[in-house]
């Protein structure tokens, strides 16, 4: 029978604390995109891009300073970046044509994405506890839709199918990219991965500007009250992308997902207090649940610590032989995505 001291470990409070911190940067995120849709202003892409540019020269001056060869060929970054821009993309897109309750409940699908990935390509091992602890998560998210449903809070959309088929697409993406950055961080190293996702996904998201949202930069009208939210944006996503590697390195990419899930209900606690707006009792059951099914997963992680440092290191030996060299098929898979950033949520509020 495990004890409450070796289930609350100082892991898994730093864990569980680390993944609120990100949920919140989430959450002010989703704030300020709300705040520029209100304004008319509508450019996922570039409020992304200019994320991409803080990431690429910060990160990136501190990799020309170390001088350091690379851990990893600079195409897989090129992929990462791709898989990171599109993701935020598809996601985002879908609130066009789909409900806010639909949304929400299809972008759980990559929780179960990540755990097979984990599992096949990481070789990460799931207890009973933690298939527990994410099932609960999963029961408080509903209890979100729910409550969206009882309260009225659904609206069909012009097109569902189409809408619900962009999460679904995005939301594998970001399981994708998620089991990724797990294998690169601990493979590979942290500020090289930072700084090329920064400069690829400044590149493509430049390109994608041109292409889709040329017409919609050149009519805004650049007012201190459209350019706060914008800045404060890009700022809180960078935020999140230099914290979320180390919460990968920490409790992996499950975890990671799940601490994300309470982002919707950090903000029905923002609206309350700052805009007093009523939400439905079931919200307040729900955020409940997520907390106790992340206790749940992440508690008690102090006693696998030895069987994961010794997988982790197996993984590294043959992580970084794949680097050098020719390495397993099964590595150069894991390498297909990049880090699961921006959940806009603005779209929601």
């Not at 029978?1 to 940067?25: A, D, I, R």
């Not at 002010?28 to 803080?54: C, D």
């Not at 201190?224 to 180390?246: K, Q, R």
Request: hydrophobic share 50%; proline share 2%; aromatic share 14%.
């Amino acid at each position: 029978m495990m004890t409450f001291k070796e289930f609350w470990t100082k892991k898994t409070f730093v864990g569980l604390v680390l993944g609120q911190f990100l949920s919140l940067l989430i959450t002010s995120t989703g704030f300020s995109s709300s705040e520029l849709a209100r304004k008319g202003i509508n450019a996922p892409t570039s409020q992304s891009f200019l994320n991409y540019v803080l990431l690429g020269i910060f990160y990136g001056s501190y990799m020309l300073y170390r001088r350091q060869p690379l851990k990893a060929k600079w195409y897989y970054y090129v992929i990462l970046a791709l898989v990171d821009v599109e993701a935020n993309f598809l996601v985002v897109k879908a609130y066009q044509y789909t409900s806010l309750t639909s949304v929400m409940l299809l972008d759980c699908w990559s929780i179960p994405c990540v755990m097979v990935f984990t599992w096949i390509f990481l070789k990460t091992k799931y207890r009973f506890k933690k298939i527990t602890g994410v099932l609960v998560c999963i029961a408080g998210l509903v209890l979100v839709v729910f409550s969206d449903v009882h309260s009225g809070d659904r609206a069909a959309g012009s097109n569902p199918r189409l809408g619900d088929g962009l999460v679904i697409a995005g939301a594998t993406l970001y399981s994708i990219s998620n089991v990724s950055e797990e294998f690169l961080v601990k493979n590979a190293d942290r500020i090289e991965l930072m700084s090329f996702l920064g400069i690829f996904g400044a590149i493509i998201s430049a390109v994608q500007i041109s292409i889709l949202e040329r017409d919609e930069l050149k009519s805004i009208h650049w007012t201190a009250g459209a350019s706060l939210p914008f800045f404060g944006f890009a700022l809180a996503m960078f935020l999140f992308y230099s914290f979320v590697p180390v919460l990968l390195k920490m409790s992996g990419s499950t975890m990671l997902n799940l601490s994300l899930l309470t982002s919707d209900m950090w903000a029905v606690v923002i609206r309350i207090f700052a805009y007093h707006e009523k939400v439905d009792w079931m919200y307040f059951v729900a955020f409940a649940a997520v907390a106790v099914g992340l206790v749940i997963y992440s508690g008690g992680d102090g006693e696998e610590d030895q069987h994961l440092a010794e997988v982790v290191d197996e993984e590294a030996i043959q992580g970084n032989k794949s680097f050098d060299g020719e390495g397993s098929s099964a590595n150069r898979r894991a390498i297909a995505g990049s880090t699961r950033m921006s959940r806009d949520t603005g779209e929601k509020q």
